[in-house]
């Protein structure tokens, strides 16, 4: 890569300071080159990450049309802007500006790897505080059996209006009686059994700290679908 | 593989094995199967027998496909392709579809026996190695358990799935008793688990014939005593010891040692003198591995039975358990050249 | 290089006659991860093959001037910066693809395909023939890994493509989509290579050897 100097090189063994400058122009086009790349691809990245985070929040609180960020910082949730970790949490909020609820993560082992889960959570509805949506962000449950935890849409609608008083239990497929209970998939119990205890302990870590009174609708300047982007970031 | 090293023929006796890779080995094994096998078909009814002869046509079909035309009258008349089937078979539940029972009985021989260069040169035991394939390809149809049939000739529709295709949706599934044990907590009576009238793998339900089959192999001298005795004694010990922290939630030495594949694994899967150590110290250390195994897995692993790989993950280890028991041969060098 | 190069000979021997993962056996830690959906094998693959023909691109070019003492680094450098570029890419386009291929893609700078063709050949040959090495090579990887994707997919799932091929009551192969499947799968291919292979050197050895035809 280097040009310059190979002009006066011979057959004899190049100096210290030829490989040197040899790999310094190498390591200085490919610094080019992997910025070049990095910016031009930036904007597309930014973008796809917020809509499926987007689509997520969306899918897991119904009614939604805009979300504000947040998150939670020694034991209080601050209006966050940077980038989603696992203290994150969004705030959903319908048409009118009115507060519909928040979407938490929690994420725990699974039967194959970690399992990361979202869910909408409703602190006041005529059935009290519940789970208004469950959503699979990450996974690598067996493919056909555990992975059912989000293909089968029997499953994800146990969450759409789920008690969380006293606490979420799993029963046998079939023998569900009560609000908080959910019906656990059939030959796949252990994969059942991880998403309602991670969403357990993540209300264990949540439901504490969040505040009394609902936080704000962000100010709405636009159409409620504009450049996902400025919603979340 | 030290197994098939000529040199480990040379230690001393005693060398229980022997005789085993001779056809009339292999019959004994089939007169020792035969009660728990026809009481299998008894129970079960005549689907579990349309599953036993799939996959004995499966293991035989593969045999003869991929052994060399010269060497296949010897090596098909020795009746151990057939038993492999058998094997597997006597490990699946009886509302199987036959297709599967069919590749499973293909693969047990195809990757279990044939790729290893046929029997005697195996390191996993290929009936366990076609029901680990099925478990991990098919794992809804593999754990779906029929009880006793409404009458002898009545065939489930699961079995007649077309090939390819998933089984009919009719099965009406039935807990096994270590399925009962792991998520309900509660025990079978040992009085049904001796019997073998519960539900389970086709061949496996009937303790007390299976041990009458094993004892008569001990007393025929084809297998070593020491593996299924220290499988025995490990795991009721062990089940002992957890039982009396929690008898609630841990099984009790009897159930451990009468339910699930433990009589068929530890009496006619664990011995096979092809995937089990020479030795008997290798032996015991064998049986100590798989008891202790069989009973961390079915208590604490994600799945109700531990028996199929305790076994498998033991016969990984038997080259290294008959390296480091191998006795000293006299007259050689010190080093363990001799055996490598 | 004392014998004339043939350009079709050169391309067409990494299909088959050398393929990288049937013959060689290289690079298989793609292979055997990112195979268990065609697709997934496609992005894979096409990935794979940028890399490799603009590393062997530079790298042929610039081949009288890269110090022999550094060019293993260089190489290094070289292939890193088409890797990182395409992950950008991927990432960018593909984004559920890029999530499911994960750590794969970066670690295509580790597959010693690349860097063996960039020290085997590119850095031996002219311009022309280390693009069309590379193109052949490259393009063999792309259909081991369609062959074991296909395989795996449509058993695992039966489909191909996303496309189903066996109707609704399909029961799928769990297995080939898990890691053990893609083993028995490459194994089960990997002997049916062996085996054409053998059949062919055994009817050669009757019938006069055709020149230049050396079978491996």
Not at chain 1, 163 to 178: D, H, L, M
Not at chain 2, 129 to 134: I, K, N, P, S
Not at chain 3, 185 to 206: E, M
């Amino acid at each position: 890569m280097s040009e310059q100097p190979i002009q006066q090189m011979t057959q004899q063994d190049p100096t210290s300071t030829r490989l040197i400058i040899s790999m310094a122009v190498a390591g200085f086009f490919s610094g080019l080159i992997i910025i070049g790349i990095y910016l031009a691809t930036f904007d597309t990245i930014k973008e796809n990450k917020a809509r499926e985070l987007k689509e997520a929040v969306f899918r897991v609180l119904p009614g939604v049309t805009q979300m504000s960020q947040h998150r939670l910082e020694k034991d209080r949730v601050v209006p966050y802007a940077g980038d989603p970790d696992e203290n994150t949490l969004y705030a959903g909020f319908g048409e009118n500006g009115d507060f519909i609820g928040y979407a938490l993560t929690g994420a725990g082992p699974g039967f194959q790897d970690t399992i990361k889960v979202i869910y909408g959570y409703q602190p006041e509805s005529d059935m009290g505080a519940r789970l208004i949506g469950m959503w699979i962000l990450d996974s690598r449950e067996t493919p056909g059996l555990g992975d059912k935890i989000y293909k089968d849409a029997e499953f994800v609608g146990n969450f759409d209006a789920l008690s969380i008083e006293p606490t979420i239990k799993v029963v046998k497929k079939g023998t569900k009686t009560k609000n908080s209970e959910v019906d656990a998939i059939t030959g796949a119990t252990i994969s059942s059994k991880a998403v309602v205890r991670i969403i357990n302990i993540a209300n264990d870590k949540w439901l504490p700290h969040l505040p009394v009174n609902p936080p704000e609708a962000p100010p709405q300047t636009q159409t409620p679908t504009p450049s996902p982007t400025q919603e979340v970031q | 593989m030290s197994e098939q090293d000529p040199k480990l023929l040379l230690q001393p006796a005693p060398l229980l094995q022997q005789g085993m890779t001779t056809p009339q080995a292999m019959k004994d094994v089939w007169i020792a199967l035969a009660p728990a096998t026809l009481f299998g078909i008894w129970h079960f009814g005549i689907s579990s027998l349309l599953v036993i002869i799939a996959t004995i046509v499966g293991a035989v079909v593969t045999e003869w496909a991929f052994t060399p035309a010269a060497k296949r009258q010897i090596v098909l008349s020795d009746w151990s392709g057939a038993l492999t089937g058998l094997l597997l078979a006597l490990t699946l539940p009886p509302g199987l579809p036959l297709w599967m029972a069919f590749l499973g009985g293909a693969v047990s021989t195809g990757l279990g026996k044939v790729m290893w260069g046929g029997l005697g040169n195996n390191l996993f035991n290929p009936a366990l190695v076609g029901r680990a394939f099925l478990l991990a390809t098919f794992p809804i149809a593999m754990t779906t358990w029929h009880g006793a049939p409404d009458g002898f000739f009545t065939i489930h529709a699961s079995n007649l799935a077309m090939p390819l295709m998933q089984s009919a949706t009719d099965a009406i599934s039935q807990a096994t008793p270590l399925g009962l044990m792991k998520f309900e907590q509660s025990a079978t009576a040992t009085g049904s688990l001796l019997l073998g009238t519960t539900t389970g793998s086709l061949g496996e339900t009937s303790a007390l014939l299976l041990l009458l089959g094993g004892i008569f192999l001990i007393l025929r001298r084809d297998i070593d005593w020491r593996i299924p005795v220290a499988i025995f004694v490990t795991a009721a010990l062990f089940s002992m010891i957890i039982n009396s922290v929690d008898a609630m939630k841990y099984p009790a030495p009897l159930f451990t040692l009468f339910s699930g594949g433990m009589m068929l694994g530890a009496l006619f899967m664990a011995p096979d003198p092809v995937t089990s150590p020479l030795t008997p110290k290798g032996a015991i250390i064998f049986g100590v591995g798989v008891g202790l195994l069989v009973v961390l897995i079915r208590v604490w692993g994600g799945l109700p039975e531990g028996m199929m790989y305790a076994i498998l993950l033991m016969n990984a280890a038997t080259p290294l358990i008959d390296r480091v028991t191998q006795p000293r041969v006299f007259g050689r060098a010190k080093s363990n050249g001799g055996a490598k | 290089m004392a014998k004339k190069l043939d350009s079709y000979e050169e391309m067409i021997k990494g299909l088959w006659r050398e393929n990288p993962v049937f013959v060689q056996v290289l690079g298989m830690c793609p292979m055997l991860a990112v195979t268990n959906s065609a697709v997934n094998a496609v992005v894979m693959g096409v990935a794979t093959f940028f890399v490799l023909v603009s590393s062997s691109f530079l790298v042929s070019s610039f081949r009288g001037v890269i110090p022999k003492q550094v060019r293993i680094s260089i190489y290094v450098v070289i292939i890193a910066t088409f890797v990182t570029v395409a992950d950008y890419t991927l990432l960018a386009l593909v984004p559920a693809i890029h999530k499911e291929l994960g750590a794969f893609i970066p670690l295509i700078v580790a597959n010693c395909m690349i860097l063996g063709r960039q020290e085997a050949y590119a850095s031996k040959n002219s311009v022309k023939f280390a693009v069309l090495d590379a193109i052949g090579t490259a393009g063999g990887f792309m259909f081991a890994l369609l062959a074991l994707g296909g395989v795996r997919e449509i058993l695992g799932e039966g489909k191909i493509f996303g496309v189903p091929l066996f109707g609704d009551n399909f029961e799928p192969w769990v297995i080939m989509i898990l890691p053990p499947g893609g083993f028995i799968t490459l194994g089960l291919i990997l002997l049916f290579f062996n085996w054409v292979t053998a059949r062919r050197a055994a009817r050669n050895q009757l019938q006069p050897q055709p020149v230049g035809s050396d079978i491996r």
